[in-house]
């Protein structure tokens, strides 16, 4: 199984970096020594004679790094921080294939704000020009300190998980340069795809999981062993080690036949038009590594992997790789949850998740749907995270969110309490007092909260108004489109509009350009209804002839008198410009839809009906879920009887309720 | 310290009705304004309720939206109103422990109840202050072995150990500061602490009659006074204040129901009366012999 889906489903030109490391980690010292091979091929138009290098652990190296200052601690997790808690790579010897030194031409560069402190990026000047298809080999040395956990990586006691560890290369564009940037509070990653050869020297009986699958075991010596993982077709990779006193590894599997739910299989067939042939998924193996003090929750976190692995494969597309490896870190570990590298995503699990009420939340399950979903959404369709975080965090948060409310919907979980996924996301974005927007550089938002709500949020509320908008098959049909074009590919904002738009027959270039690229808010409201009798005729009437007084006894007739014309306001209170559709619900039981394209503030409609009108409710079926001030959507003829002028107390307590399961 | 009496306390509330109107007027006059905000902001003039209740997931963001503007200054308002609720609680226990331990009449008005507890406020205040402090201490601890690493197999039995120590914690420690505030009101007795250590002793000593003025007043005087705001149906005006009234009478008789037993005063003896006839109580069994 292991290496033929790789073949298979990535493109020729896909690998252009690869890498091979040998790394040693020091239990002890929490600190790596590593020998680092890369190979770059050049497959852009264009030529370059310098390298870029993230040095991502140089961001957690002091308190007055780029990172660190975004974030606003002056230790790291508000520790009194002691020696090793702080962490730091340091390139030792870097040679270029044919023996020449670059060490001393490598200088640390602040493409986004000159910080004379941050240390994240460095520039290496390269002797010769590199031409469109021409390859460099590099050799380096390097040391790194691992940090007490931090933005999902580090050490705690013996819990490691080393992410972002190794000088990594950024991304070449060819005309537009090279394409990196310092590490960032509220950003995560962008990199070419290529294949990964990694020797992991580690304590010889300490467990270990990383991106790829394990080739080759060696045999202890003087207490340690080194595994050796390979991963083809990534861009990153992140392993994981602890004793086995601590952490227990879990083998298991997803099988097809077993684990998709009928339910989903027939929706993703009526929803794409596709074969039973066409949404066969394959097996893959699930590899758990899990803290003893959770492993009561081993079987609701495989069953959450299960679900997530046939949500995506049904609806996106089959996942290309043989192994997906689960991290779910211990107590004071925290933090190296909820993130996800290639074949590897860390989760989050409470030991007390598994008692009421802790085990009514559905974290376990929303947080691996979201991050195996990013095994899509900037795993396998490699956007960049520093520039449009949205693209990714947006899509997967639809993405988990879809997938949540289908698990609560069809009770695949029993455990988890009825709860409102995008009721939810909605209640978030009507907390900012200003208008959100989404399409700005992960770090240029006003602050992390609101990184968060754009990128998170608002966009997935985004991606959901146009699924009620274009409707869900051609949604469907749309993103999977979208991950089938641009898997293993970098896509843009700009591709996923285009792609939703060819796919649904909408234009929806300018809903983009209002709700992400833009901060217009959707607001529209009822703003008036008036009823009255038409009335009786009089003046004068024109018989074809001539002018004559209208009778007014003759003209009045029973019909006229029960009659109503209706004189129906609606306005745009918000500077959003969509179509909505609008219910007119008459007192004889009649219901009528119109749609109104609120390209004007407000419109006046006239209607005359044989009853009064009962009730008008603007959007009626919530397609618009961006809206949040909803209340005056809504209007209705006789003042209803409310269930209980204090509605609002059983509303606050489901709100508790509410809080309690989104945050316990 | 004598015993707990459920039916003393309900003859004791009804001789302290004007106590009981009080605690009923207090109740009504520091929530009614924050319904009467609560009911113009979610009134059918913001909110249209459709037919059939509203779209899917719209009352959580509707309640949300409408709420916003009077949060605000309505969570002042309660949070001022509960600790003005809380002055008031301590001066009418203090007021009508002290009246019982030294009454100038039968049926007191208000006036001279709250004369008796002004005094000794404060004294009581400690008293509900050092409740307060036992309580959060005692519900909290039990919980703290969580925070550490500990083995697996040891949470369930936290949890269940924690859930139960919390609440009996909670009702321990309340009703040692009743008991105790009965002792606190004694002339002399200034010490919040020792009256709510014998306090203590005294539930421990008595615990089901302790808990019994729980069960019959206290608990259900809170249901009285807090089901209006929560019944789902159609609540007339009348419904609420007939219900808080209620509770108003069973918190009164909830606290009174832990006032000691008073001895009878002494028949009045005048000088020129002739001695009666010889009696001792130090050596009763000399009477029985003649």
């Given at each position: 199984?292991?290496?033929?889906?790789?073949?298979?489903?990535?493109?020729?030109?896909?690998?252009?970096?690869?890498?091979e490391?040998?790394?040693?980690?020091?239990?002890?010292t929490?600190?790596?020594?590593?020998?680092?091979?890369?190979?770059?091929?050049?497959?852009?138009?264009?030529?370059?004679d310098?390298?870029?290098?993230?040095?991502?652990?140089?961001?957690?190296?002091?308190?007055?790094?780029?990172?660190?200052?975004?974030?606003?601690?002056?230790?790291?997790?508000?520790?009194?921080?002691?020696?090793?808690?702080?962490?730091?790579?340091?390139?030792?010897?870097?040679?270029?294939?044919?023996?020449?030194?670059?060490?001393?031409?490598?200088?640390?560069?602040?493409?986004?704000?000159?910080?004379?402190?941050?240390?994240?990026?460095?520039?290496?000047?390269?002797?010769?020009?590199?031409?469109?298809?021409?390859?460099?080999?590099?050799?380096?040395?390097?040391?790194?300190?691992?940090?007490?956990?931090?933005?999902?990586?580090?050490?705690?006691?013996?819990?490691?998980?080393?992410?972002?560890?190794?000088?990594?290369?950024?991304?070449?564009?060819?005309?537009?340069?090279?394409?990196?940037?310092?590490?960032?509070?509220?950003?995560?990653?962008?990199?070419?795809?290529?294949?990964?050869?990694?020797?992991?020297?580690?304590?010889?009986?300490?467990?270990?999981?990383?991106?790829?699958?394990?080739?080759?075991?060696g045999?202890p010596?003087?207490?340690?062993?080194?595994?050796?993982?390979?991963?083809?077709?990534?861009?990153?990779?992140?392993?994981?080690?602890?004793?086995?006193?601590?952490?227990?590894?879990?083998?298991?599997?997803?099988?097809?036949?077993?684990?998709v739910?009928?339910?989903?299989?027939?929706?993703?067939?009526?929803?794409?038009?596709?074969?039973?042939?066409?949404?066969?998924?394959?097996?893959?193996?699930?590899?758990?590594?899990?803290?003893?003090?959770?492993?009561?929750?081993?079987?609701?976190?495989?069953?959450?992997?299960?679900?997530?692995?046939?949500?995506?494969?049904?609806?996106?597309?089959?996942?290309?790789?043989?192994?997906?490896?689960?991290?779910?870190?211990?107590?004071?570990?925290?933090?190296?949850?909820?993130?996800?590298?290639?074949?590897?995503?860390?989760?989050?699990?409470?030991?007390?998740?598994?008692?009421?009420?802790?085990?009514?939340?559905?974290?376990?399950?929303?947080?691996?749907?979201?991050?195996y979903?990013?095994?899509?959404?900037?795993?396998?369709?490699?956007?960049?995270?520093?520039?449009?975080?949205?693209?990714?965090?947006?899509?997967?948060?639809?993405?988990?969110?879809?997938?949540?409310?289908?698990?609560?919907?069809?009770?695949?979980?029993?455990?988890?309490?009825?709860?409102?996924?995008?009721g939810?996301?909605?209640?978030?974005?009507?907390?900012?007092?200003?208008?959100?927007?989404?399409g700005?550089?992960?770090?240029?938002?006003?602050?992390?909260?609101?990184?968060?709500?754009?990128?998170?949020?608002?966009?997935?509320?985004?991606?959901?108004?146009?699924?009620?908008?274009?409707?869900?098959?051609?949604?469907?049909r749309?993103?999977?489109?979208?991950?089938?074009r641009?898997?293993?590919?970098h896509?843009?904002?700009?591709?996923?509009?285009?792609?939703?738009?060819?796919?649904?027959?909408?234009?929806?270039?300018?809903f983009?350009?209002?709700?992400?690229?833009?901060?217009?808010?959707?607001?529209?409201?009822?703003?008036?209804?008036?009823?009255?009798?038409?009335?009786?005729?009089?003046?004068?009437?024109?018989?074809?002839?001539?002018?004559?007084?209208?009778?007014?006894d003759?003209t009045?007739?029973?019909?006229?008198?029960?009659?109503?014309?209706?004189?129906?306001?609606?306005?745009?209170?918000?500077?959003f410009?969509?179509?909505?559709?609008?219910?007119?619900?008459?007192?004889?039981?009649?219901?009528?839809?119109?749609?109104?394209?609120?390209?004007?503030?407000?419109?006046?409609?006239?209607?005359?009906?044989?009853?009064?009108?009962e009730?008008?409710v603007?959007?009626?079926?919530?397609?618009?879920?961006?809206?949040?001030?909803?209340?005056?959507?809504?209007?209705?003829?006789?003042?209803?009887?409310?269930?209980?002028?204090?509605?609002?107390?059983?509303?606050?307590?489901?709100?508790?309720?509410?809080?309690?399961?989104?945050?316990? | 310290?004598?015993?707990?009496?459920?039916?003393?306390?309900?003859?004791?509330?009804?001789?302290?009705?004007?106590?009981?109107?009080?605690?009923?007027?207090?109740?009504?006059?520091?929530?009614?304004?924050?319904?009467?905000?609560?009911?113009?902001?979610?009134?059918?003039?913001?909110?249209?309720?459709?037919?059939?209740?509203?779209?899917?997931?719209?009352?959580?963001?509707?309640f949300?939206?409408?709420?916003?503007?009077?949060?605000?200054?309505?969570a002042?308002?309660?949070?001022?109103?509960?600790?003005?609720?809380?002055?008031?609680?301590?001066?009418?226990h203090?007021?009508?422990?002290?009246?019982?331990?030294n009454?100038?009449?039968?049926?007191?008005?208000?006036?001279?109840?709250?004369?008796?507890?002004?005094?000794?406020?404060?004294?009581?205040?400690?008293?509900?202050?050092?409740?307060?402090?036992?309580?959060?201490?005692g519900?909290?601890?039990?919980?703290?072995?969580?925070?550490?690493?500990?083995?697996?197999?040891?949470?369930?039995?936290?949890?269940?150990?924690?859930?139960?120590?919390?609440?009996v914690?909670?009702?321990?420690?309340?009703?040692?500061?009743?008991?105790?505030?009965?002792?606190?009101?004694?002339?002399?007795?200034?010490?919040?602490?020792?009256?709510?250590?014998?306090?203590?002793?005294?539930?421990?000593?008595?615990?089901?009659?302790?808990?019994?003025?729980?069960?019959?007043?206290?608990?259900?005087?809170?249901?009285?006074?807090?089901?209006?705001?929560?019944?789902?149906?159609?609540?007339?005006?009348?419904?609420?204040?007939?219900?808080?009234?209620?509770?108003?009478?069973?918190?009164?008789?909830f606290?009174?129901?832990?006032?000691?037993?008073?001895?009878?005063?002494?028949?009045?003896?005048?000088?020129?009366?002739?001695?009666?006839?010889?009696?001792?109580?130090?050596?009763?069994?000399?009477?029985?012999?003649?």
């Amino acid at each position: 199984m292991a290496g033929s889906l790789w073949a298979a489903t990535a493109p020729a030109d896909v690998d252009i970096v690869d890498y091979e490391i040998d790394v040693v980690l020091d239990p002890e010292t929490h600190r790596l020594e590593g020998v680092e091979k890369i190979r770059w091929t050049n497959r852009t138009d264009a030529a370059t004679d310098e390298l870029y290098f993230h040095l991502y652990l140089n961001a957690f190296s002091g308190s007055r790094t780029t990172f660190m200052r975004e974030l606003q601690w002056r230790s790291l997790r508000n520790r009194t921080e002691g020696e090793g808690d702080w962490g730091w790579i340091q390139i030792g010897r870097l040679t270029l294939d044919d023996g020449s030194d670059l060490l001393p031409v490598m200088e640390f560069v602040r493409p986004d704000d000159d910080n004379p402190d941050d240390f994240t990026v460095v520039r290496v000047a390269l002797p010769r020009v590199v031409e469109p298809g021409g390859v460099v080999e590099l050799e380096l040395e390097f040391e790194a300190q691992l940090p007490w956990i931090i933005a999902r990586t580090g050490f705690v006691g013996d819990f490691h998980l080393v992410g972002q560890w190794f000088p990594k290369l950024a991304v070449f564009e060819g005309e537009r340069g090279w394409n990196s940037h310092q590490f960032h509070a509220s950003s995560e990653f962008f990199a070419d795809f290529g294949s990964y050869l990694v020797r992991m020297t580690i304590p010889e009986n300490w467990v270990i999981g990383a991106t790829g699958i394990e080739v080759r075991s060696g045999m202890p010596d003087a207490g340690q062993r080194t595994v050796t993982y390979r991963a083809e077709r990534v861009h990153d990779f992140a392993w994981c080690t602890a004793p086995p006193e601590l952490m227990e590894v879990v083998e298991t599997d997803f099988e097809p036949g077993r684990d998709v739910p009928m339910p989903w299989l027939n929706r993703a067939r009526d929803l794409l038009d596709l074969g039973a042939a066409d949404l066969e998924l394959p097996p893959m193996r699930l590899r758990l590594i899990v803290p003893r003090e959770q492993k009561k929750m081993v079987p609701r976190m495989v069953r959450a992997a299960r679900l997530s692995v046939a949500w995506f494969g049904l609806f996106y597309g089959a996942y290309p790789y043989p192994q997906l490896t689960i991290v779910s870190p211990p107590v004071g570990a925290e933090e190296a949850g909820g993130m996800e590298y290639p074949n590897f995503i860390a989760t989050g699990a409470d030991r007390l998740d598994a008692y009421p009420p802790f085990s009514w939340s559905s974290d376990i399950e929303a947080v691996t749907v979201h991050e195996y979903g990013h095994q899509y959404f900037q795993g396998l369709l490699a956007s960049n995270e520093f520039e449009e975080a949205w693209l990714d965090e947006g899509v997967t948060s639809y993405a988990e969110i879809s997938c949540m409310t289908a698990i609560a919907a069809d009770n695949l979980v029993p455990e988890i309490a009825a709860f409102d996924f995008w009721g939810s996301e909605r209640l978030s974005l009507a907390f900012p007092s200003l208008p959100v927007t989404v399409g700005k550089k992960a770090w240029e938002y006003r602050h992390r909260w609101a990184y968060f709500l754009a990128s998170y949020t608002k966009m997935a509320l985004a991606l959901r108004t146009i699924e009620g908008l274009i409707g869900p098959e051609a949604m469907a049909r749309g993103m999977r489109t979208y991950f089938e074009r641009f898997r293993f590919r970098h896509p843009a904002g700009g591709d996923l509009v285009e792609v939703l738009s060819e796919t649904s027959g909408w234009d929806l270039g300018p809903f983009f350009d209002q709700a992400v690229f833009g901060d217009a808010v959707p607001d529209w409201s009822v703003l008036s209804v008036r009823h009255r009798r038409p009335r009786p005729a009089d003046g004068f009437g024109w018989d074809g002839e001539n002018w004559s007084e209208v009778d007014e006894d003759q003209t009045t007739d029973e019909a006229a008198d029960e009659s109503w014309l209706v004189n129906l306001q609606l306005a745009r209170r918000g500077d959003f410009i969509g179509p909505v559709d609008v219910e007119l619900r008459w007192s004889d039981g009649t219901v009528e839809r119109r749609t109104w394209d609120s390209q004007t503030r407000w419109v006046r409609w006239r209607l005359e009906g044989s009853s009064r009108l009962e009730q008008v409710v603007v959007d009626p079926d919530v397609t618009w879920v961006l809206e949040t001030n909803r209340a005056d959507n809504y209007w209705r003829d006789q003042v209803a009887a409310m269930d209980h002028p204090l509605w609002w107390v059983r509303e606050a307590i489901r709100l508790a309720g509410h809080i309690f399961l989104r945050f316990s | 310290m004598a015993s707990p009496s459920v039916v003393s306390g309900f003859r004791l509330a009804i001789r302290l009705h004007r106590l009981v109107a009080a605690v009923w007027l207090v109740w009504v006059v520091i929530f009614v304004p924050a319904l009467l905000v609560v009911q113009a902001a979610t009134g059918p003039d913001r909110v249209n309720r459709p037919a059939g209740g509203f779209g899917e997931s719209e009352d959580l963001l509707i309640f949300f939206e409408i709420m916003r503007p009077v949060a605000i200054p309505l969570a002042i308002a309660l949070v001022f109103g509960c600790l003005l609720l809380v002055a008031w609680c301590i001066e009418w226990h203090a007021g009508a422990v002290r009246w019982w331990l030294n009454p100038d009449t039968d049926a007191p008005v208000l006036a001279q109840i709250l004369g008796h507890g002004l005094p000794v406020w404060w004294r009581f205040a400690r008293l509900t202050l050092l409740a307060l402090v036992l309580q959060v201490a005692g519900a909290a601890s039990p919980w703290l072995p969580l925070l550490a690493d500990v083995e697996h197999r040891f949470v369930l039995p936290l949890l269940i150990f924690g859930s139960v120590v919390t609440v009996v914690a909670t009702i321990l420690v309340w009703l040692a500061a009743f008991r105790g505030g009965w002792l606190l009101g004694e002339p002399g007795r200034r010490s919040a602490m020792a009256a709510w250590v014998r306090g203590l002793w005294a539930v421990l000593r008595q615990p089901l009659r302790s808990l019994l003025p729980l069960l019959i007043w206290g608990l259900p005087g809170f249901v009285l006074l807090v089901l209006p705001l929560i019944y789902a149906g159609p609540a007339p005006t009348l419904f609420f204040l007939a219900s808080w009234l209620l509770g108003a009478f069973c918190l009164v008789a909830f606290f009174v129901s832990y006032a000691p037993t008073k001895p009878k005063p002494a028949r009045p003896v005048s000088p020129l009366e002739p001695p009666g006839p010889f009696t001792t109580t130090r050596f009763p069994t000399l009477l029985r012999d003649e």
